[in-house]
């Protein structure tokens, strides 16, 4: 038995990122216009980053909270209340090192061998393969499109839990769909979650990035605190701080000793120079956030009307969220197709098969972009669908 095989199972069964594949097919490529990854263009902005080097420059190297700086918390909380109209106890908010820690701890809280947790599906990839991780077994409820409009179908969530269901993951908005749940779909799932005894995990970091509104519906509309919702968000979309690596969870307060443990025994806390830098994004980035929501919208429109005009896609223009989620007609393998979109029109697209099995003929284009890349990428995409169908 080689020495890799003789990793635990789930480790060596864990997925690969079919977004992956991809960029190490065309990473570096000349005048090549990278729509595969789930981020903006833009660097952090100065005031963030400053907020960050200065207290790394004062000295702020030791070892901190395990919950987050008190800062952080407070700034968070005022943040939730402002955003929700709804008050909230710094006591409530867990500072982690990325959305994708704050979900990893959560499945680390709730479900492990044996349990299931149930998600709305197309999801980017890393949910249901961290739940795998823990041995917890991830069970997809599919989005399915309906006069025009992407839908989940509230009877077949509901079959969908057993006695074994710890949880409901739900993202919305969504990625990679742009689906965004009304407030009455999330009524609906906050009861069932209610009636069955189960928690949702509510993934709303793109709640910013919604099209129709300040900020798309939320749980916190509908929720009493004591209701079974816990809450991942992250620094990441709003802020452009993709690559530092923080994010917060929002659960009741009582969970706040065994949040503490579960961090004290993954990361030990998150930088307190970075938590710095987050404070610095939730108390002066309101204009920022709005700038990028602005250039968003507009980014959405030109590339979804580009591509709806071909008459040749089948894409939901997303409501929420940075993606245009679309299939080609005639085109079955959506991987096979971004290889050649990355070779014949040199514009970078993550496979739909990343996103779920129902969704392999599709591709995802992030168009959180300059405006003038977002247009040439969709020209070269208009003209390479000219071509291949
Ligand atoms: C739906 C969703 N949840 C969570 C995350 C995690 O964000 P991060 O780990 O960068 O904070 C992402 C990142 O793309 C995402 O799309």
């Known amino acids: ?43 952090t902005p100065a005031f963030i980053a400053d907020a960050a080097a200065q207290s790394l420059q004062a000295g702020e190297t030791f070892y901190t909270w395990q919950r987050g700086i008190p800062d952080l918390r407070e700034a968070l909380a005022d943040y939730v209340a402002r955003l929700y109209d709804r008050p909230t106890a710094p006591e409530r908010i867990f500072v982690t090192g990325s959305g994708m820690h704050a979900i990893q701890t959560v499945i680390a809280a709730l ?22 991780l823990a041995g917890a077994r991830p069970v997809e409820v599919p ?43 999330i009524r609906a799932v ?36 004591d209701d079974p919702v816990i809450f991942v968000n992250s620094f990441s979309k709003n802020w452009a701080m993709t690559g530092w690596r923080v994010g917060w969870i929002e659960a009741p307060a009582a969970f706040g000793d065994v949040v503490e443990n579960l961090v004290q025994y993954s990361n030990s806390g998150v930088a307190a120079f970075m938590q710095r830098g987050a ?14 929501v602005e250039r968003a919208g507009a980014a959405r429109d030109l590339f ?40 014949e029109a040199n514009v970078g697209l993550a496979p739909g098969a990343a996103f779920g099995p129902t969704t392999e003929n599709y591709l995802r284009a992030c168009f959180h972009r300059r405006l003038d890349e977002v247009e040439e990428a969709a020209d070269r995409l208009v003209r390479w669908i000219g071509r291949a169908t």
């Not at 009877?155 to 009455?184: E, M, S, Y």
């Not at 404070?279 to 990028?292: C, L, N, P």
Request: charged share 20%; with cysteine; hydrophobic share 50%.
């Open 304 to 343: 979804c009307d580009a591509l709806l005009a071909t008459n040749r896609v089948r894409l939901v223009k997303p409501e929420g969220a940075f993606y245009a989620f679309f299939a080609i007609d005639g085109i079955e393998d959506g991987m096979t197709a971004a290889l050649r979109i990355a070779d």
């Open 279 to 292: 404070v610095a994004a939730i108390r002066e980035g309101e204009s920022f956030v709005a700038s990028q």
């Open 111 to 132: 479900a492990g061998t044996g349990d299931e947790i149930v998600f709305v599906a197309p999801l980017w990839p890393n949910f249901a393969a961290a739940a795998g």
């Open 190 to 225: 906050l009861d069932l979650a209610r009636e069955r005894g189960v928690f949702v995990i509510a993934d709303e970091i793109y709640s910013r990035f919604f099209y129709a509104g300040t900020r798309a519906p939320s749980f916190h509309d509908e929720m009493r605190d």
């Open 143 to 185: 989005l399915e499109i309906r006069d025009g409009a992407w839908r989940l179908d509230l009877v077949q969530l509901a079959a969908a839990i057993t006695p074994r269901t710890r949880a409901i993951f739900l993202n919305t908005p969504n990625n990679p769909t742009g689906w965004t749940a009304d407030a009455q779909t």
């Open 1 to 43: 038995m080689s020495l890799l095989q003789r990793l635990r199972p789930a480790a060596l069964a864990a997925p690969e990122s079919g977004i992956v594949r991809v960029i190490n097919h065309a990473r570096g490529r000349e005048g090549l216009i990278p729509l595969w990854a789930g981020e903006g263009d833009l660097p």
